[in-house]
């Protein structure tokens, strides 16, 4: 693709995004709804304006690892270790209820498979997309809302991302079962090992920081290598682990978080998320969907998929939630908040495809999950804090 190209295609998502957004915000939806909304109308599926390519794609996920790192920043250390053996166990659910739900569900459309045969292996599979958490479209929600940092918010965030990492682990599991070159354990090793060095590490850093932050305050060279820190961490996760990026990118921003600068640091980082790389990220969700070659069975199948997938997390989460003291609005929203499926989700998808468990037919159901979840999920959040602020001014 030429230089020229990617100039057109850049100043098309950056003004539809924007427009939508705002539009969206007049409907009291999100703006992140209207962004995604754009990627739709510009790409494939409707005017054909602009289709998915590596640039995008690269661009995209450069803005989910800075939307990732923006919310380890923001996060509060004290309460992120509190809510953490909750987050845990909520992740430990919202895995187990989805991945036994898919499986079942494919089942259900193409019949029961016996243990160790091929549609078993397909079945599993299914239900292994349905794992999958995209914490970042609930992240850019709670933010917009002011309740990233609340207990419900942090555990959202701390759940989605255990839930992530314990889905990597699991996808390795379901794909040592046709390559048995794949080593299970050597993914769970890899996964401790990567939080041991980012715990001594992270410390290690955190204490260059601090120096750097006592003589040179509020200058531009600390948010310049935070990012760098940021980006490094996230390629060291994925590179030498097999973390994904966003995981590492999430631990830099956790990291920094108790930094006198943190909140200058932040707002330079949202600068350019803001602007650029997360209109560009929402966007290529819309960009990915087409709906060619799908037949009435297909049809019913995604419908399926969908419900399933939103309803298997919402009643993991939401319930598990609950049994650890949680009211039950509040389960409630950690239910839905861990509902959206999106970058992870395609990532599991292509996986499974290279693997022969998964045919190319399927991703449209796997996109239109992460297109409804990444639309109804902001909205149905907006609308419990929204009765739940109502309930608490009447109060008042």
């Given amino acids: 693709m030429e230089t020229i190209d990617i100039l057109r295609e850049l100043a098309i998502i950056l003004f539809v995004a ?70 845990f166990l909520i992740a430990c659910f919202g895995v187990f209820i989805p991945l ?82 794949s080593n299970p354990g050597m993914v769970v090793m890899k996964t401790i090992a990567f939080f041991v060095v980012a715990v001594v590490g992270g410390f290690v850093v955190y204490k260059i920081f601090l120096t750097l932050d006592k003589r040179y305050p509020h200058t531009r060279r600390i948010p310049i290598v935070s990012v760098a820190f940021c980006f490094a961490l996230a390629y060291i996760a994925e590179r030498y682990f097999g973390i994904a990026d966003i995981t590492g990118a999430y631990v830099a921003g956790v990291v920094l978080c108790n930094l006198s600068d943190n909140e200058y640091i932040e707002r330079k980082v949202d600068v350019s998320s803001y602007m650029f790389f ?21 049809i019913a199948f995604c419908i399926c998929f969908v419900i399933v997938a939103l309803l298997a997390k919402v009643v993991g989460c939401g319930l598990t939630g609950r049994l650890c003291k949680y009211n039950v609005s509040d389960s409630l929203k950690i239910g839905v908040g861990m509902m959206t499926r999106g970058e992870v989700a395609l990532i599991v998808a292509q996986k499974g495809l290279a693997a022969g468990l998964l045919t190319a037919d399927y991703f449209t159901a796997v996109i239109l999950l992460i297109l409804v979840s990444s639309i109804l999920t902001p909205i149905i959040l907006k609308l419990l804090y929204s009765r739940d602020d109502k309930k608490e001014a009447a109060r008042a």
């Fill in 100 to 181: 036994v739900a898919g499986a079942l569900l494919y089942m259900g459309f193409y019949g029961m498979a016996p243990w160790g045969s091929e549609n078993f292996y397909k079945a599993v599979f299914m239900g292994t997309i349905m794992t999958a958490t995209s914490v970042s479209i609930t992240v850019a929600s709670l933010q917009e809302l002011g309740k990233i940092k609340s207990k419900v918010g942090t555990t959202i965030v701390s759940a989605a991302i255990i839930d992530d990492i314990i889905g990597i682990i699991v996808l390795t599991f379901v794909i040592s079962f046709k390559n048995p070159d």
């Fill in 18 to 87: 924007k427009c939508l957004g705002i539009l969206a915000r007049k409907f009291k939806a999100p703006q992140v709804v209207g962004q995604i909304l754009a990627g739709l109308l510009v790409g494939p599926c409707v005017l054909g304006w602009i289709s998915q390519n590596d640039f995008i794609t690269q661009m995209a996920e450069v803005g989910v690892i800075v939307l990732m790192f923006s919310v380890g920043l923001e996060s509060d250390l004290k309460e992120l270790l509190k809510t953490g053996p909750v987050a």
């Fill in 278 to 298: 997360g209109p560009i990220f929402f966007a290529s969700i819309g960009l990915k969907t087409s709906f060619d070659g799908v037949n009435g069975k297909m």
